[in-house]
């Protein structure tokens, strides 16, 4: 919220910068690549039919950014998401994120570095019915080996983050949608990622949920330096975002 905290942020690699300096660092992290995508293609094959479904996509991520991607349905904005983060493999081209080959890495590695690095904000990732809204969020935390006690507690800072300390036992019925997409954003920031892949994040929102849920992202992203590549059919999460990258059947044509 304050210049202060944004200043803050990055203030570990050097404590006694000046204002200036530390406005110019920024400035080189916002710049400096997280994820570098060159000439991805992915086929989908069932039986007969083959679906070229990324078509030789270019695309580089900085660090800090806030990055809409757009495109008409079934244009391949899923799919680029999938590659991108590791999920799921690809044909042809190169992944880089963070200085690392995604070919480089082993299934263990690439789902470790997931685990570390990356959070997310999918609805097939949806969250369980039957356990509290903090019990779904520390959730990604048990499954990496954090101590119960202690993912608890960071489960509950991260609800507090999204402005929902006090329904932390609700489970999700007993919450609203907007409340219900604050909660998987929790899960998504719970391990502190540095990077945050979001796939239609107010898709079944209305209006005031929806607003909420992208200030929430807008501040994570401003104060804290974390990387949102979304994807949205909604101008409203366009606008607030600091580049727009337009799909078309599997190539991106457009990128300001
Ligand atoms: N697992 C799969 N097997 C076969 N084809 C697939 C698979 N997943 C996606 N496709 C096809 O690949 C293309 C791109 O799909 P994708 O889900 O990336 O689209 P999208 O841009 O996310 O669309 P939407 O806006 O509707 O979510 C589509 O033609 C789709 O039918
Ligand atoms: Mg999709």
Redesign the pocket.
């Given at each position: 919220m304050s210049q202060t905290t944004v200043r803050e942020a990055p203030a570990t690699q050097g404590q006694q910068a000046s204002g200036n300096e530390l406005e110019i660092r920024e400035e080189e992290e916002a710049t400096a690549p997280i994820v570098v995508a060159e000439n991805i293609h992915k086929t989908?094959r069932?039986g007969e039919i083959e679906?070229h479904?990324l078509r030789g996509v270019d695309l580089t991520i900085g660090t800090g950014e806030m990055v809409a991607i757009m495109?008409?349905?079934?244009?391949?904005?899923?799919?680029?998401l999938n590659t991108l983060s590791g999920l799921d493999s690809f044909d042809e081209g190169e992944v880089t994120i963070e200085g690392t080959s995604l070919a480089d890495m082993n299934d263990r590695k690439r789902t470790d570095y997931r685990a570390r690095r990356m959070g997310f904000v999918f609805q097939s990732f949806n969250l369980l019915p039957v356990i509290s809204a903090v019990e779904n969020v520390e959730m990604p935390l048990l499954v990496s080996g954090v101590r119960p006690a202690e993912a608890r507690r960071r489960a509950l800072a991260s609800l507090e983050s999204v402005g929902l300390a006090d329904r932390a036992s609700h489970r999700p019925m007993q919450l609203s949608g907007g409340q219900i997409q604050r909660v998987t954003v929790a899960r998504a920031l719970v391990n502190n990622p540095a990077l945050v892949w979001a796939?239609?994040p107010t898709g079944n929102l209305d209006v005031g949920s929806s607003t909420e849920v992208l200030g929430l992202m807008q501040r994570l992203n401003r104060e804290q330096g974390r990387t949102f590549v979304i994807?949205t059919?909604d101008p409203q999460v366009a606008s607030l975002c600091g580049r727009i990258v337009q799909?078309k059947d599997?190539e991106i044509v457009a990128n300001e």
């Open positions: 989908f069932s679906v479904a495109g008409p349905s079934g244009c391949g904005k899923t799919t680029l796939d239609e994807v059919h799909m599997g």
